[in-house]
């Protein structure tokens, strides 16, 4: 049994920083690919950035400049590093995880809530 335990959300300024953390735990045998994704009410789930297991990096539009995504192998975490938050930030974020197991899955955390607000 694969779990994605997500921590960091919470209410932040506009301007303001926060850093999401995705920590993957349970029978794993290799991790691939991770990312971020973001629902906002009354919109679809949306790709934030993303990381290989290698490293490669690739970011939505709305992130680029402002968020990085890194990845720990040995911890088996990601994290996601947003500054300069806008508003238009304000979603549930949710950690997704291709794990080998007994076989390839896709995985995914719980969410967590991020508003920017004044």
């Known amino acids: 049994q694969v779990q994605l335990v997500e921590s960091g959300g919470g209410l932040v300024q506009p301007g303001g920083s926060l850093r999401l953390s995705c920590a993957a735990s349970g029978t794993i045998g290799k991790i691939y690919a991770m990312g971020w994704y973001r629902q906002a009410p009354g919109k679809q789930r949306e790709l934030v950035a993303g990381i290989s297991s290698g490293g490669t990096t690739n970011y939505a539009d709305s992130a680029k400049g402002r968020f990085t995504i890194s990845r720990d192998n040995a911890k088996n975490t990601v994290y996601l590093q947003m500054n300069s938050l806008k508003p238009e930030d304000t979603a549930v974020y949710y950690c997704?995880?291709?794990?080998?197991?007994?076989?390839?899955?896709?995985?995914w955390g719980q969410g967590t809530q991020v508003t920017v607000s004044s």
């Open positions: 997704n995880a291709v794990i080998w197991t007994t076989g390839r899955g896709d995985y």
